[in-house]
């Protein structure tokens, strides 16, 4: 027994492992020792018990947790709505036509947050005399700002919804809501019925309980049609709110130019068939909406089956294309992020769901003008999406899991981009992961909080949460997790899997930038020569922002990287100065330089070449005691109230700078595992050419490395410890196989104090001699145009160029997307298109 000193810890460990906590380590992943589990504790954390999910009074079953999905649980009909879909009518806007074109906006008042339409869960169920529905909300603030209609029953023809609705629903009765109060309407006629609806509000829980009297609509243990729809109350007229063109403090905008009845809802339930491909799963509603016509989107519930308590889940999909929803550990404020909100980008930045900023919103401050996609929005930062709910895309594959589970890729999508625009057909990033032979692959496509904040703060957060809730919901091997990203989103994979190695088997790069934020192009240049003048100039950069100097904690993770050489999105420059890191360290590593028009930045990472990158995931698990570990700490990454703290990594933890606005490298080699690295073989290049779905013959040079495992080596009681930069880290000493009486011999570069977890032993150490271990550099580039400030503050202009756009009548033309989807691909639940891709007849 060598580490006696530690038994008592361990057996505390077996312990709990053994108990209560035994069931989450398993979903989660188990500890991987004193040092603390692989990764943020975001990804062990327990479900979070949002308000919105949770069940009082007659209330009781779990909900589906996937988007436009219903079940039959405990008496109940449960319908799953998803979130930040409540974009109202228009046309289904793509990247980059998104980032200026907008469908409907909510009032300028902060108590909508941009979010007080949007119908997150529906429910129903007979109760005695009555039948109950629940309606939750995604946001709610005050309960009066939300109009509610019900669509009851079934007519030969659309009728009008009542309350200046704009808009046609098959029904018998509706039934419309408003704060505590509502009426039933004969559909037919117009005319109110005596009988009023019971309504309760729970404004804690965002819950509105609605029960109709069977004397005003009585579904008699049949079934029966039920349709639902949310917009904004007028409480000075008691009716809907219009949207007009453009809005103003108290009305909503975007209403389709020349349409002199818009209608006024701005989501709906019973979706069914939305494409995966829109991106907020709402494509049909918004040519719906437009056309003032909701009579598609209803479900026949079975009241039958309510009253005698027969559960069904055949509503619930297993496999294929999933929109999963969230709760979601924080919430600074309900809906969208306004521009009055802290933390705000500075003028010239792009952003997903503002448009452009001008600045001249309060919570920009004084920000100097930085042209930019995104920001980096730090814990100070209200997000774009800011609610708790949060959502992301998977793709359960047809395999069956193998018996360690499946494999997964977690995905982070770049600027503007969402988990639908990764849908395009049989050889989308979602299919060409899933069906690889013998090793099915789930991808799990995160939007973190509107994709544009680089991987920092709640947004980063949020991708561990995502990955933590799918291994809640699904079979996967928590030993095979990967990272992979594209542009903004390849930026972020590179960040949190730097910063997290442990937690991931490989990363797969596809044309990332180096530095956060950036501008394409023209400024992807402006980015380089920040880093060689150490100047900002038309982009103010995030410090310590620089990934290559992060790379050296990527020793026991493999890396692909996609770059394009005539790339001018992101200049080739860019992504080479990692290759030639590379090439010049001891990774392992595939680095592919594409030509043509797949190594443009819009076509590579979509044009169905990922063969090159299922083939080289393989199947091996992470790394998790290696014999030697290097990790860069970069405490100007922390974002410690979003859960994201880079401190720790395999055996290694509580590794802190000297400096704590400077980074720091430590590397630790270990004799006691009787395992040392193989010889570094010499790096490799050769040419290759692969199919593609927008260009058919693409040219690619890769260059590439590959090391061994681990060889023998003499096992000894001996740490050998490097540190440049680094002031602190504490050593795992079980998992580096050695015990409390350990060797340690240290080369450093100043102080630094060595600690062996559970040994009651702490040591401190003097040098100025690194032993050759480079000290990362602090990438901080001075700001010149810091004094100018910003000089849109308070003015009178709006805080977003795209918030206030009119909306042309362009509902009837196609999305526009690029890259396009395969021929006759635009998969919807249930249409047969992701189990049998083949286009349909007449597409």
């Not at 308000?51 to 009082?56: D, F, G, S, V």
């Not at 003008?369 to 992301?392: K, T």
């Amino acid at each position: 027994m060598r580490l006696t000193k530690r038994t008592g810890v361990a057996l505390v460990v077996a312990g709990l492992i053994a108990g209560g906590g035994a069931t989450a380590g398993t979903a989660l992943g188990a500890p991987d020792g004193p040092s603390g589990g692989a990764g943020p504790d975001l990804l062990r954390a327990a479900p979070v018990d949002a308000p919105q999910l949770q069940n009082t009074g007659i209330w009781a079953a779990d909900p589906t947790g996937i988007c436009m999905t219903s079940a039959y649980r405990k008496g109940e009909y449960v319908h799953q709505g998803c979130v930040y879909d409540d974009e109202g009518g228009g046309n289904q806007y793509r990247w980059p036509n998104d980032t200026l074109l907008r469908n409907y906006t909510y009032p300028e008042a902060t108590e909508y947050r941009r979010n007080a339409a949007d119908i997150l869960e529906v429910r129903a169920k007979p109760v005695e005399g009555a039948t109950a529905f629940r309606v939750t909300m995604n946001t709610m603030t005050d309960p009066e700002l939300v109009g509610l209609t019900l669509a009851l029953g079934n007519s030969d023809k659309p009728r009008e919804a009542p309350h200046g609705a704009n808009t046609v629903m098959q029904a018998e009765k509706f039934v419309t809501v408003h704060g505590s109060t509502g009426d039933i309407t004969d559909a037919a006629t117009g005319e109110k019925v005596p009988d009023a609806p019971q309504v309760s509000v729970d404004t804690e829980r965002r819950q509105i309980e609605i029960r109709v009297p069977n004397s005003a609509w009585d579904p008699a243990g049949g079934t029966q049609r039920v349709a639902a729809a949310a917009g904004l109350w007028d409480r000075g007229t008691d009716k809907y709110l219009v949207p007009q063109t453009t809005a103003d403090e108290t009305h909503p905008g975007g209403a389709v130019v020349g349409d002199p009845t818009p209608s006024a809802f701005f989501d709906s339930a019973f979706r069914f068939h939305e494409p995966f491909e829109a991106p907020y799963r709402n494509n049909d509603q918004r040519r719906a909406i437009a056309n003032g016509d909701l009579s598609d989107f209803f479900a026949d519930i079975d009241f039958g089956k309510l009253a005698d308590g027969v559960d069904d889940e055949s509503g619930v999909p297993t496999s294929g294309y999933m929109t999963r929803v969230f709760a979601s550990k924080f919430e600074k404020e309900q809906g969208r992020r306004l521009p009055s909100d802290p933390g705000g980008p500075p003028p010239g930045t792009g952003t997903q769901q503002g448009g452009i900023a001008t600045g001249s919103g309060k919570g920009s401050g004084n920000k100097r003008p930085s042209l930019a996609f995104g920001y980096p929005c730090r814990d100070d930062c209200v997000p774009d999406l800011a609610g708790r709910m949060q959502r992301y895309m998977v793709y359960v594959p047809e395999q069956k899991a193998p018996a360690d589970g499946y494999a997964s890729m977690v995905w982070t999508q770049g600027y503007a981009l969402r988990p639908g625009d990764d849908v395009g057909g049989p050889h989308d990033l979602y299919r060409s992961f899933a069906d690889r032979p013998g090793n099915p692959t789930m991808v799990i496509d995160v939007d973190f909080r509107g994709a544009d904040n680089w991987g920092y703060g709640e947004g980063g957060a949020a991708v561990f949460e995502a990955l933590a809730d799918a291994r809640r919901h699904y079979d996967l091997d928590t030993e095979r997790t990967s990272m992979g990203g594209f542009s903004s989103g390849a930026y972020t994979a590179n960040k949190l899997s730097l910063t997290f190695p442990d937690v991931f088997t490989k990363a797969f790069i596809c044309d990332g930038l180096n530095d956060a934020p950036s501008f394409p192009g023209l400024n992807g240049v402006a980015d380089k020569g920040s880093e060689l003048t150490g100047v900002d100039t038309l982009t103010k950069h995030e410090p310590g922002s620089k990934i290559s100097e992060l790379l050296p904690s990527r020793r026991n993770q493999p890396v692909m990287e996609w770059a394009g050489a005539n790339d001018d999105f992101i200049p080739y420059p860019i992504t080479r100065e990692r290759a030639d890191a590379y090439k010049a360290g001891d990774y392992d590593y595939e680095f592919l330089s594409h030509t043509g028009l797949a190594a443009e930045h819009l076509v590579m990472c979509k044009n169905g070449m990922w063969d090159l990158a299922t083939d080289w995931l393989g199947d091996s698990p992470r790394a998790k005691n290696p014999p030697q570990v290097t990790y860069v700490r970069n405490p100007l990454m922390d974002d410690p109230q979003s859960g994201l703290v880079g401190d720790r990594a395999y055996w290694l933890s509580g590794i802190e700078s000297r400096d704590p606005q400077q980074l720091g490298a430590v590397d630790v080699v270990t004799e006691g595992l009787g395992k040392a690295p193989a010889p570094v073989p010499p790096a490799k290049t050769e040419p290759g050419v692969s199919p593609g779905t927008v260009s058919p013959v693409n040219p690619y040079l890769r260059e590439y490395r590959h090391l061994d495992e681990p060889v023998d080596a003499p096992e000894n009681d001996v740490l050998h410890i490097r540190s440049a930069g680094v002031g602190a880290v504490t050593v795992d000493p079980e998992r580096a196989g050695v015990d409390c009486d350990a060797k340690l011999q240290v080369a450093t570069d100043g102080p630094l104090t060595v600690s062996l977890a559970g040994c009651d032993r702490t040591e401190s150490f003097t040098g100025t001699d690194s032993g050759g271990l480079a000290k990362p550099g602090t990438y901080a580039p001075a700001d010149p145009l810091a004094p100018v400030g910003n000089p849109a503050a308070g003015a009178p202009v709006p805080p977003e160029l795209g918030s206030q756009v009119p909306q042309a009548p362009l509902q009837d033309l196609p999305p526009l997307r690029f890259p396009p989807n395969e021929p006759g691909q635009d998969p919807a639940p249930g249409d047969g298109a992701q189990e049998e891709p083949a286009p349909t007849a007449g597409t």
